[in-house]
């Protein structure tokens, strides 16, 4: 199986200013159809998780334009250009180019 | 709307199984996979597979191959997961999914298991 690490496991952040989590897989995640599937999902507390990108970039609706994701191959970025406390929560990043999927072990992104 | 509703809470016993349901409504069933994954308390996610409802074919993670089974009930737009031998390490909210990666992605509210003594 792809092994999906991210760092760091925590962030401790300052409401706005910029905040930035890495995710390398152990092989890479370019798919046989030219996609990327590199996903960021967040979970706030006691939720259920929200998906913010797919395919590396691309961002689902109504998540906004502060959160960014870029990368290729192995290493991938999410960025949120200025925090805000809404953002606070666990951020994992997913592979789906293989068969079976897997997810980084989470990220959590609080207060400074 | 896409709306994915899964049945309630289960306490069950190690050894035992479980089965939850995830009912599908507001698109075409057979045209999305639905995904599995489950989070232990204070842990992260965790992909168990998926079912494909056009013809019922599975995957399975590695960590749960020969202890899960998912199925289907087209009629009623339902999908099912059973986990076996379950311990307590199988504590855990179990999520079903549409849409994991690359179409919108939909998630049900969530089925907690608590498996004790």
């Known amino acids: 199986d792809v092994v999906m690490t991210q760092s760091p496991l925590s962030l401790p952040v300052t409401l706005g200013q910029p905040a930035s989590i890495s995710c390398r897989s152990s092989?890479?995640?370019?798919?046989?159809?030219?996609?990327?599937?590199l996903n960021w999902f967040q979970q706030r507390p006691g939720q259920s998780p929200r998906r913010l990108i797919y395919?590396?970039?691309t961002r689902d609706s109504g998540v906004p334009d502060r959160f960014s994701g870029s990368g290729s191959g192995t290493d991938f970025t999410l960025k949120i250009s200025r925090v805000e406390a809404e953002d606070l929560g666990v951020y994992y990043c997913?592979?789906?180019?293989?068969?079976?999927?897997?997810f980084g072990q989470g990220t959590k992104l609080e207060i400074k | 709307q896409v709306q994915l509703v899964q049945s309630g809470a289960e306490v069950t016993r190690p050894g035992a199984s479980v089965r939850i349901s995830c009912k599908a409504s507001?698109?075409?069933?057979?045209?999305?996979?639905i995904y599995w994954v489950r989070q232990a308390p204070g842990q992260g996610l965790e992909w168990m597979g998926f079912?494909?409802?056009?013809?019922?074919?599975?995957t399975y993670a590695q960590n749960f191959q020969g202890r899960v089974a998912m199925t289907m009930d087209t009629s009623t737009r339902t999908v099912f997961m059973e986990l076996s031998s379950l311990t307590s390490e199988d504590t855990a909210i179990y999520y079903c999914?549409?849409?994991?990666?690359?179409?919108?992605?939909?998630w049900g509210q969530g089925t907690l298991v608590t498996v004790s003594s």
């Open positions: 999914a549409r849409g994991l990666r690359s179409t919108t992605c939909y």
């Open positions: 507001g698109y075409t069933f057979t045209d999305y996979f």
């Open positions: 079912i494909n409802p056009s013809g019922g074919s599975t």
């Open positions: 092989q890479s995640l370019v798919h046989s159809d030219g996609n990327t599937y």
């Open positions: 395919k590396v970039s």
């Open positions: 997913m592979q789906g180019s293989q068969p079976k999927y897997t």
